[in-house]
Every structure is written in C-alpha cells, then in structure tokens.
C-alpha cells in the first residue's frame, strides 16, 4: 500500500526553537506538498515542490521554509516557532498531475 | 482569497439520511473538483472526484452534483450511515500538471444511529 509518512504524530516545542517536521513518499511521486489545518480554515497550503530541490510558496509561507534534497523526502522548517504556528501539519503527495493526493497522517504541533 | 467556500460548517443527519455539503468556487479555471474524507486522527482521503464535462457523478451511495454556470457543486450521501461520520473537504484546481488543490474550509458531518 502506497503510502505517506510523517515522522511525528505529536510535537511539543517552546517558542523561538527551530522545528523540523520530516515526510517521506514511498510511491515515486514528482509532487509533495504541506498544508497546514486549523478549525472552520480548512487546509492551507504552505509550500509545495514539484521536483528534487524545487519549492514554490503556497499561500500562507511566511514563518516557514521547505527542503527536498531527495525526491521521497520533503521537509517543512520553521525558523523560529511561534504560538500561532501550533496546529496540525499535513504532507501529501502527488504524481506531476493534481489527481489523487495522498496525504499523511499528520503531525500536531504545540507551540508554547 | 478564499478560492472555494464550503457549507455548512457542521451537519447533524440521522442515520439513513440524506447529507448534502455545498461548495462555490470563483475560478472559472478550475476544471477538477475533487472531494476529500478525513476520520479523526487520518490524513484526508481521495472519496470522488467530477470533472466539468458531466452534471452528476455517482458512486455508491455518494454523489457529485455539478452546476457549471452557477460555480457550484455538491456531495450527496445517501443512506447516510454512523460510519460515515468524519470530516469533508471540497477541493478545486486547473487539473493541470503542476497544479495544486485549493481545499475549502470543511464540514463536519455526525450521523446519529
């Protein structure tokens, strides 16, 4: 089975630390993405990458960075965490077309 | 910009019940609109998808309605079961390579038994 993995269901990190959040694809995909998902916003895109050290912003970008060295791996970064960056973090991936994302099962993220 | 307004926010059905979620999008571009499934603790799930060359698109009990002059669409659940109690997202995009999805903000369906 295909599949998305993010490396932590949970993360508690104090305000001011730099953050890693890892996602890896075992299915060969061209296209990764991050959103994030926040109560009555929905699922808001972050950045995204369509090949290997490729990143296009997305629609809410500031406070984060991305990464993607090997095509599998697609790592969302935030430089300096603050409160309003606690939330659920989801990766996803998809072939060089939109259909048929497939998503992680996501990473929640306090900040304190 | 919110590219794609999803209603309701909340639904409560009764099991064996007709759920009915509604999207408006304002991109005449977008010409694939598919529908995502999220359970409590999972990722969002790929349920159905339309694209704009038919009204209606059907499988199982679930079903896409598709209103191209209004820019609208909807999911229909028939039967509704307690199973099908999760979250749903409607998503857009331009379908083409390199293209991203623009999800709308979600409604949480409850059916009760």
């Known amino acids: 089975d295909v599949k998305v993995t993010q490396s932590s269901r949970y993360l508690v990190k104090r305000t001011g630390e730099k953050v890693f959040l890892e996602c890896v694809q075992d299915?060969?995909?061209?296209?990764m993405f991050w959103y994030r998902q926040d109560p009555g916003l929905g699922l808001r895109l972050i950045y995204f990458?369509?090949?290997?050290?490729?990143?296009e912003k997305g629609d809410i970008p500031e406070g984060y960075s991305v990464s993607r060295e090997k095509k599998e791996r697609f790592s969302l970064i935030l430089e300096s965490a603050s409160t309003n960056q606690t939330s659920m973090y989801l990766c996803a991936s998809s072939l060089k077309s939109p259909y048929g994302y497939t998503f992680g099962s996501g990473t929640r993220l306090t900040v304190v | 910009q919110q590219q794609v307004k999803q209603s309701p926010q909340s639904l409560i059905v009764q099991k064996g019940g007709i759920s009915i979620i509604n999207c408006a999008y304002e991109?005449?571009?977008?010409?694939?609109f598919p529908w995502y499934q999220q359970f409590p603790g999972k990722g969002p799930a790929l349920l159905i998808a339309i694209r704009p060359d038919v009204s209606e698109k059907k499988e199982g009990r679930f079903t896409i309605s598709f209103n191209k002059s209004a820019k609208q669409f909807s999911l229909h659940i028939m039967d509704s079961q307690p199973g099908d109690s999760a979250t749903y997202f409607c998503a857009a995009s331009t379908g083409s390579s390199g293209d991203k999805l623009t999800f709308g903000t979600g409604t949480r369906l409850a059916v009760r038994p």
């Open positions: 990458s369509y090949d290997v050290k490729m990143k």
């Open positions: 299915m060969d995909h061209e296209n």
């Open positions: 991109n005449t571009a977008f010409d694939y």
